[in-house]
């Protein structure tokens, strides 16, 4: 039997604390499980954001979408993530990745270093969370025990073989840096690479004793009669796809609702994604995208 859909959406913006918490309740009226924040400088610091969010809802998990694990030190994470989640109620999922930013890390006096070395920093803080958040004498403790679910997103093998390994659930971004574009501008990977990384962590995963769950973010939700003349429309703004496979990759839903929810169908049986994340600019266009999937 498929796994069943759940929903996300990754807030980006805050004006204000009331503004703030009106958009948590209302994604939550639209029947999204999971609120979540990003780790980009310019943007809501992740815990004190999810900390109003559970505090303004009460179904939604709240979850990062994902730490760039080279702000962070793991020991003080450790102390973040547990407070967190007793505060919550247990409510917190933990999105891990290496961050893909240079100029972030710059802007924080932080070292960039190369692919390798970030995602060996990734695995130390996977490792040490683990070992932190499980101690007995861990304070304050997370309400989940031995500790909140844990997401990992990345694409690269290294990247994959880690949320085999570790991850309750994986995440694939469907994205990689835009040849000749600054570091850090990313275009959409066609259906048939996302298709090859999914096999690329399904053998990584092979020995795991329950499957993972597996969450997608989508890029552009587009309501229209006509998906093509949208398709055309979004290969014409150089996201690294032609219009035919604009109109086949899963980070781009395009159609009426009932094709959308039709097409997020496909992709589950195809990639097994059945956690899929909107951004907040799609908070309410995929809300009927959603209604059409409640419950399957």
Known sequence: MPRPFRFGVNLLTLEAGDSWRRKCRR?????????????HLGMPAPFPALIAAAEATERPRVGTFV??????????????????????????ELGLGTGYVRAEHET???PWGSPRERVDHLARTVEELDRLLSAPDQAPRPAQQPRPPLLIGGNGPRMLRLAAEHAEIAAFT???????????????????????SVARYEGYAAGRPEP?????????VRN????????RELADRGVGL???QALEVPTLLIGTPRQMAEQLREHRERFGFSYLTVLDAALEEFAPVLAELHGS
């Open 27 to 39: 994604a939550e009226e639209l029947g999204y499980d999971v609120l979540l924040v990003p780790d």
């Open 67 to 92: 730490l760039n694990a080279g702000f962070w030190n793991p020991a003080l994470l450790a102390r973040e993530v547990a407070t967190t989640d007793a505060l919550t109620g247990g409510r917190l």
């Open 108 to 110: 924080a006096g932080l």
């Open 174 to 196: 469907g994205g990689r840096q835009a040849p000749g574009r600054p570091e850090g501008t990313l275009e959409l990977m066609p259906a048939d690479e996302l298709a090859a």
């Open 212 to 220: 993972a769950e597996r969450n997608l973010l989508i890029q552009q």
């Open 224 to 231: 229209t009669n006509d998906r093509r003349a949208v398709a």
């Open 242 to 244: 032609d219009e035919e």
